[in-house]
């Protein structure tokens, strides 16, 4: 399962404090990425066009093939 309002409400949180379009935006996900909430922020960062960074333990890193279906799906900038 995902969360995508929780998504959402972050994107809609960052425009409360950064003066710049989702497409000149990085959204740094810190610790356990792979979750159901990073997923869903990276998704979401994908669709608006916003960069996204994990930044995690190495056994923790997102799933492969869920960064690649972002990056297809979508065309978003995931690292």
């Known amino acids: 399962l995902h969360h995508p309002t929780q998504a959402l409400a972050d ?7 950064i003066d710049k379009p989702f497409h000149e ?9 792979a979750n159901n909430v990073a997923y869903s922020l990276m ?3 994908a669709k608006l066009g916003a960069k996204f960074v ?3 333990p190495p056994t923790r890193r997102p799933e492969m093939d869920i960064v690649r279906m ?8 995931v690292e």
């Open 11 to 17: 994107f809609m949180t960052a425009t409360e404090y």
């Open 25 to 33: 935006m990085k959204i740094v996900f810190v610790g356990d990425a």
């Open 43 to 45: 998704i979401t960062a």
């Open 54 to 56: 994990a930044l995690c």
């Open 70 to 77: 972002v990056r297809e799906a979508y065309g978003g900038t």
